[in-house]
């Protein structure tokens, strides 16, 4: 069987990151998936997440600046040292490396391996450009998350595949999907967002449509702070239902009339399409989003966009009477076509053709 071994800037989840999505759906392999280190340093046994894949929590290291070059390989050398302790253990001679943040490329030289891939699924203006140029040109395979992404790996490695974010296209698409008995009490039109709700999320259309439209009932679903729970509140026909499991998303969904989406300040000039977009096209509802200025519209034919609040307002008016039979099928249309089970075929058969697999 196939080895793997990934390296994740993000933790196993129980509602899955992309990188799960995808490395959930690859055949006949087995993977060492490697987290950040717990908060606080505490130590984490390993999970078994999938029959093929094992969980371990990287140990903590002083954080150092890498200006200060000994003391920061130093750490590196004690992560790789884990690592290839970890391997050894499950007889892991040369895996193929899953990287997954540029920081990781000061491993290479420390682990052993049969290849190397960067998914990059985010712009990493936070680290320095030379981390992220090194690991470009040191991977055999690119999969990048947007064209925005691929543009800017591009000077460093040819072989640079788009690979866009997904769906659970099944999950969202049952037949047996019933909405939570509280939402069902909610009253229509019911415009829903699923995502986490911060400071970072621009909710200028949201307060502007809530206080124009106070008949229409906005649901949000998602984790929220609460700074963001004290502003959304002052508004009655804006309901919190806080996260909720993965599984019942498309319970929730199947309650509302229009989903809807809004700006993230930290996200800005960002083409990567977030999964809850290809989400909102499995319900085959109408579905209204928020761009940037001089942001390009991926999907004029099935979205709603807007540039400014009153603009917002107008695409809801206009989602709302959308005749159901329009364009509901080619939302779904959408959304079948951008299936994790589809994406991880085609990262299949890249690796295959670079007889990385």
């Given amino acids: 069987m196939k080895q793997l071994v990934c390296l994740s800037y993000r933790p196993w989840r129980g509602v899955p990151t992309r990188t799960q999505q995808l490395l959930t759906r690859l055949k006949d392999v087995r993977i060492l998936f490697f987290e950040p280190p717990a908060r606080g340093g505490a130590s984490r046994p390993p999970r078994q997440a999938r029959p093929n894949i094992l969980v371990y929590t990287l140990p903590q290291v002083m954080e150092v600046d890498p200006s200060h070059r000994f003391f920061f390989q130093g750490g590196q050398r004690r992560l790789a040292k884990y690592i290839r302790s970890i391997l050894e253990e499950h007889r892991f001679r040369e895996p193929l490396l899953w990287l997954t ?202 979205v709603y966009a807007a540039y400014s609040a009153p603009g917002f307002l107008r695409c809801c008016d206009q989602a709302v009477q959308e005749d159901p039979n329009w364009v509901s099928r080619r939302r779904k249309e959408y959304s079948a076509a951008a299936s994790w089970a589809l994406r991880a075929q085609e990262i299949d058969r890249i690796l295959e053709t670079a007889a990385l697999f």
């Fill in 101 to 302: 943040d540029p920081e990781q490329v000061h491993l290479l030289e420390y682990l052993p391996q049969s290849g190397v891939v960067y998914d990059c699924d985010r712009e990493w203006d936070n680290v320095p450009l030379r981390w992220e140029s090194d690991l470009a040109l040191a991977a055999d395979v690119i999969f990048a998350a947007s064209p925005g992404l691929v543009h800017r790996l591009s000077p460093c490695n040819d072989n640079i595949a788009l690979i866009p974010n997904g769906v659970n296209h099944v999950m969202f698409t049952r037949s047996d999907l019933e909405p939570p008995l509280p939402l069902r009490r909610l009253r229509h039109p019911i415009f829903c967002r699923v995502g986490s709700l911060s400071s970072r999320v621009d909710f200028t259309p949201l307060f502007h449509a809530a206080s124009a439209r106070p008949e229409w009932t906005f649901l949000l679903i998602g984790r929220c702070s609460a700074k963001a729970e004290r502003t959304l509140s002052a508004f009655p026909n804006i309901r919190l239902m806080g996260p909720v499991p993965s599984v019942e998303v498309p319970d929730c969904l199947a309650a509302c009339d229009v989903c809807f989406d809004l700006l993230r300040l930290d996200r800005m000039g960002s083409d990567i399409l977030s999964p809850q977009l290809y989400e909102y096209f499995s319900t085959g509802k109408p579905v209204v989003t928020m761009l940037a200025p001089n942001q390009v519209e991926e999907f004029p034919d099935v």
